[in-house]
Every structure is written in structure tokens, then in C-alpha cells.
């Protein structure tokens, strides 16, 4: 098994597309995190200013960290649509090409292709929210230095400089927990059709149709929210409250699994009893 | 020919919707074949190969392979098998080398010697380390076969691996298939819509027609079912057609741009170029015709091309 693993990310790190969110990534946040720094901080004044007429705020609170979560709270919901491109393509990609017809006639099941081919998307999904952390947040400690982290969610909360980046390394790992609900609804997209554009197009619409059902506040969607995805896709926010929702963020944590499960077993049935007509 | 079934197809058939592609087929090959599978364009070669590489689930029947049961012990019956189905499509951002180690890693790994060794086998060892969407189709086909052989396997299915070569291409290809099947003892099944090219290296075949078997057996024993028939070309064309109208023991005439095409025992041939010469009839060419594609086309085609005189 590890070496079919070892050789689907051979195939998937040696095709160039893999790399177009990577360069989109390296692109914008260092572009978004320069220009915070030119604009010095004033959107983040605008934000205080009406506390500052009541209490005195000390130290330098436009810095890295408040950057970092700023990049992250702008990006989650375009971060899925990099995702897609790669495990939108990983079953599909090879019914496009053709290759179907080489790997599957071999003395393997195609359970255990399956598996290999969901472990690759799983850790590119995993590298590339890593990537996008290390960049972000490396950057922009680089760029505007270290100090406390003002958050502004449920009110204004301010988390001291020594209680910060641990919180992050948590965010980061439920952003990818979460972003893995996303590459497994487009792995089974990927699964029944044989071109990467549909199950981008079908991933990136379910996405944005459930979001908006999840933030327009109306009564209509009050009892369907529970039941969507993406009312937890932000559950890497929870980690920057005080105190921390434990419960709340294990609940997301648990529906997210499940999701993403549920998205893996439909996408196994198919694939286990597809003909391979391409 | 007798000896141990290697493949075997028990009623094998495939719907796709309401149509049948391949329906009650029955086929065996045996060890030490090189079995032609024969069939014009949308005959159903591609769908029965793709179930006999458990590409496609059948309908209808089972596949055996070596005994084994392809629904029931997949891995186990695919374990000696290698094959191309259609054209071989490869990871064209890779190089040859790269490409057939993925290949081998399905197989549980194959050594460097081992892929330098297919790569020489189909002349591809100076282009290994090139990206395959930089080959000619070609060679994408000798890769084809190369991946085919990686695992050293008993039994090789080739689909169409003539198909889009040069007839250069197409000999290397009848050389490597002989060789395998003579020199390296492998058991060898093709399929092919050229009919000619089967004749020239199998020792036995089965012809498909509208997804329906319609015959099989050993090649030397159905081109004796065949009709027998003599090319001529001779004038004056009228003159001809005298002769041809008034002599006995000829079944059938068609006339095909300057050749008349003569159904006769080819014992009757010496008196037919009697008869002509006594005729003054100009002889240009008298050849007797037992091609399997004579025979191929005479059961395949539909309505067949209309007699155009009885003479």
C-alpha cells in the first residue's frame, strides 16, 4: 500500500497543475500582506477607535499575528477552490488520460488503488494548508513582528502574545480537517465522471450554495443548517475564543469526519463497480 | 489443438442499455496459442477484452482465467495476464522509465534490469528517459506491449497493437508477437479488424460479428470452410464473360473494377485457362484466392455486394 501511495504522489507532484495553488497562494498573500503593512494598520484602528476613547490600549497590536489571522478569515472560503483543482482530478484525470485502462487491469484491487488515490489527495490537502499557514504566518511575523492578537469575531477579544501560536498550529489543523470535507465532496464527484472540470464546477457549487444557505440569516434555513457542511467549515475560528468551546469544536470535528467519510464510501461503491469505457 | 485452457468465456455477454455489445460468447484459448480475434469495426472486440482485463463487468457469463474465476478471484487470475486495450494511453508528463515503474509497482515492483529489458525488447531503450508525450504513436504502441510484458506475464492480450502503424511498424510488431510466442513461450491473444495480419501469425482465431461468436477454431481448418474464388483479369472483358457464363463448375461471378472474382474449386482451374486460351482470350493474371479475409468477409458482411452477373 505505501508503495501505491508513494507513486500516486509521485503522479500528482509531477503534474504541473498541482502546483497552480501553490503559485496562486505564494502570489496573493504576500501581495495582501505588504499591502496591510503600507496601509499601517488603519483598518484595524477603525475597528478600535470607539474603545480607544475608553481604555488604553498598550503595545503594538497591527502585528503579524493579527495579520495572519486576518489573511486566514479572507482566504477559507477561496482555499476550497484551489483544493478542487487537484482532488477534483485524481479519478477523473486518469479517465481523461486514459490510464484507467493501465493501472486497472492489474493484479491489484481497485480498493486498494482507491485508498492509495484518497491518501494522496488527503495529504496534498494537508501540505498545501500547511504551505498556506507557514507562508501566511511566517510572513507577516516577518513583516510586522510578534505581539498580542486582537480578534474580532463575538466582540473584541485580545489574546496575549504567549497564548497565540499554539492556537494557530490548532487552527491550521482543523482548516485542513475542514478543507478535507471539501477534497473528499470532490473526490466523489471525481469518481463518476471522466473529466476534472465537472467535479470542480459540482464541488465549488454545493460549496457556495450551502454557504449562503449557512450565513443568510433566515428562518427558512434555521432547521436545514445543522445538516450542512459548511455550517462547521469555520470551526478552526472557535480555537481563537475565550475560553475555547471544546465541545462545540469536537462536535464540528466529528460531523466534518463523517461527511467526509460518507463522501469517500459513496465515491468507493462507485468506483469499485465502474466500467471503465474511456 | 488441445491442451490446457488458458482462457475461457462462459456465455460472456454485456448490455449497454437496451443493446447488446457482446452476447453469448464462448471462447477458448489455449496454452501456446497465438489466438487472432477477428472482427470488423463495433464488432465487440474492445468490450470482450475490456472484461476479459476486468475493465468492464459482463452482463451475462464469467471469465476464467488459468481456471480462475475473474468475478470471484480477481487478483489471483490477473496475476499472469498483461495487455493493452485499445490505444495505450500513458502519463504523458512522464518519462517511458517512469511510466512503466508505476506500472510495475501494481505488478509489486519491478526492477530496473527488468524495465531496461522490455524497453529493449520493443526498441525504446535510447527514448527511456524521454517524456512519452513526446512519442509518435508508434512508439506509444511498442510501450504499450512493453508494459504489457513488465510482469513477465503467461498470457499477453494485445488490442489492435497494429492499429495506426506504419507497415513498417505493423512487421516489427508481427516479428515481436512471433517471438514472443516461439522464443519466450508466452500464449498470445490479438485482436484485430485487419484480417491479413491475423492470418500471418495465428495459429488459431475466433471471429466476432455484432457482439455474436461466429465461428472459431484452428486458421488452417476454417480457411478450408472458406469459399474458394480465382482473381482474373483478362480481356477482351466480353469475351470473358462468354466463357465464364458458358463453364462448368463455377458457382459465382463478381465483377470488381478490372478483375472478375470466380467462386470454383481451384481444381477446375487448369480447364478455365484452357477454355480462355481457346477463346482467344488475352490472360493477364490468374490467381487463386483462400485468404482468410475472403472467408472473414464473406460471413461478416451483412448483405454482402451484390452479384453483379451471374454469367
Same mark, same amino acid.
Do not use: C, H
Given at each position: 500500500m505505501l508503495r501505491l501511495i508513494y507513486y500516486e504522489l509521485l503522479k500528482t507532484f509531477l503534474k504541473k497543475r498541482t502546483y497552480i495553488g501553490f503559485a496562486l497562494v505564494a502570489v496573493i498573500v504576500p501581495l495582501a500582506e505588504v499591502a496591510m503593512k503600507l496601509e499601517g494598520g488603519r483598518f484595524l484602528q477603525f475597528s478600535l477607535r470607539t474603545l480607544q476613547q475608553d481604555f488604553l490600549f498598550v503595545g503594538n497590536l497591527f502585528n503579524g499575528w493579527f495579520v495572519a489571522h486576518s489573511m486566514m478569515n479572507a482566504l477559507w472560503v477561496q482555499i476550497p477552490l484551489l483544493i478542487t483543482f487537484v482532488a477534483g482530478d485524481q479519478l477523473a484525470g486518469e479517465a481523461t488520460a486514459g490510464t484507467y485502462r493501465l493501472i486497472l487491469v492489474r493484479p491489484v484491487s481497485r480498493t486498494r488503488i482507491f485508498l492509495s488515490k484518497f491518501f494522496t489527495t488527503a495529504i496534498y490537502?494537508? =501540505?498545501?494548508?500547511?504551505?498556506?499557514? =507557514?507562508?501566511?504566518?511566517?510572513?507577516?511575523?516577518? *513583516?510586522?513582528?510578534?505581539?498580542?492578537?486582537? %480578534?474580532?469575531?463575538?466582540?473584541?477579544?485580545? *489574546?496575549?502574545?504567549?497564548?497565540?501560536?499554539?492556537?494557530?498550529?490548532?487552527?491550521?489543523f482543523l482548516a485542513a480537517w475542514a478543507m478535507l470535507t471539501i477534497a473528499s465532496l470532490a473526490f466523489l464527484f471525481s469518481s463518476f465522471v471522466e473529466n476534472?472540470?465537472?467535479?470542480?464546477?459540482?464541488?465549488?457549487?454545493?460549496?457556495? %450554495?450551502?454557504?449562503?444557505?449557512? %450565513?443568510?440569516?433566515?428562518?427558512?434555513?434555521?432547521?436545514?443548517?445543522?445538516?450542512?457542511?459548511?455550517?462547521?467549515?469555520? %470551526?478552526?475560528q472557535q480555537v481563537f475564543e475565550d475560553p475555547i468551546p471544546w465541545d462545540s469544536i469536537g462536535n464540528s470535528v466529528a460531523i466534518l469526519g463523517a461527511y467526509s467519510i460518507g463522501f469517500v464510501f459513496i465515491a468507493w461503491l462507485i468506483f469499485r463497480r465502474k466500467d471503465i469505457l474511456s | 489443438m488441445t491442451g490446457e485452457i488458458i482462457l475461457q468465456t462462459k456465455n460472456l455477454g454485456k448490455q449497454y442499455k437496451h443493446r447488446w455489445a457482446v452476447h453469448h460468447l464462448d471462447l477458448e484459448v489455449y496454452r501456446g496459442d497465438v489466438f487472432g480475434f477477428l472482427g470488423p469495426n463495433g464488432a465487440g472486440k474492445s468490450t470482450t477484452i475490456r472484461m476479459l482485463l476486468s475493465l468492464v463487468r459482463p452482463t451475462e457469463g464469467e471469465v476464467f482465467l488459468f481456471g480462475k474465476s475473474l468475478e470471484r478471484e480477481r487478483e489471483k487470475a490477473l496475476e499472469s495476464i498483461g495487455g493493452i486495450v485499445e490505444k495505450p494511453d500513458f502519463y504523458g508528463y512522464l518519462s517511458a522509465h517512469r511510466n512503466l515503474e508505476i506500472v510495475g509497482a501494481l505488478n509489486g515492483g519491478a526492477t530496473r534490469k527488468r524495465i531496461e529489458e522490455v524497453l529493449s525488447l520493443v526498441g525504446l531503450s535510447t527514448r527511456a528517459r524521454d517524456k512519452v508525450k513526446t512519442f509518435s504513436h508508434g512508439m506509444k504502441q511498442r510501450l504499450g506491449i512493453a508494459q504489457s510484458l513488465l510482469a513477465d506475464p503467461e498470457f499477453v492480450i494485445l488490442d489492435e497493437p497494429t492499429s495506426g502503424l506504419d507497415p513498417q511498424g505493423m512487421k516489427e510488431i508481427r516479428e515481436l508477437i512471433r517471438h514472443l510466442a516461439s522464443d519466450q513461450n508466452k500464449t498470445v491473444m490479438l485482436s484485430s479488424h485487419l484480417l491479413n495480419e491475423v492470418e500471418m501469425v495465428a495459429n488459431r482465431m475466433a471471429v466476432i460479428s455484432r457482439g455474436e461468436l461466429v465461428t472459431q477454431g484452428e486458421v488452417a481448418s476454417l480457411l478450408e470452410k472458406g469459399e474458394k474464388s480465382v482473381a482474373l483479369r483478362a480481356r477482351p472483358r466480353e469475351k470473358v464473360r462468354s466463357v465464364l457464363s458458358a463453364h462448368r463448375g463455377i458457382d459465382k461471378v463478381v465483377e470488381t473494377g478490372e478483375e472478375f472474382l470466380v467462386t470454383m474449386p481451384f481444381e477446375g482451374i487448369p480447364e478455365l485457362a484452357r477454355a480462355l486460351v481457346r477463346e482467344q482470350v488475352d490472360i493477364e493474371a490468374l490467381v487463386p484466392r483462400r485468404s482468410l479475409e475472403e472467408y472473414f468477409l464473406s460471413i461478416t458482411e451483412s448483405d454482402g455486394a451484390s452479384d453483379k452477373a451471374k454469367s
Open positions: 490537502t494537508i =501540505v498545501f494548508v500547511g504551505f498556506l499557514g =507557514v507562508l501566511s504566518v511566517g510572513l507577516a511575523l516577518t *513583516l510586522l513582528g510578534r505581539g498580542d492578537l486582537v %480578534v474580532m469575531q463575538r466582540g473584541i477579544l485580545i *489574546l496575549s502574545e504567549s497564548d497565540v501560536a499554539w492556537r494557530f498550529l490548532v487552527a491550521y476534472a472540470i465537472g467535479p470542480i464546477i459540482g464541488t465549488m457549487g454545493i460549496n457556495i %450554495v450551502f454557504l449562503l444557505i449557512t %450565513v443568510i440569516p433566515v428562518d427558512l434555513f434555521k432547521d436545514i443548517k445543522p445538516y450542512l457542511f459548511s455550517n462547521y467549515m469555520n %470551526v478552526w | -
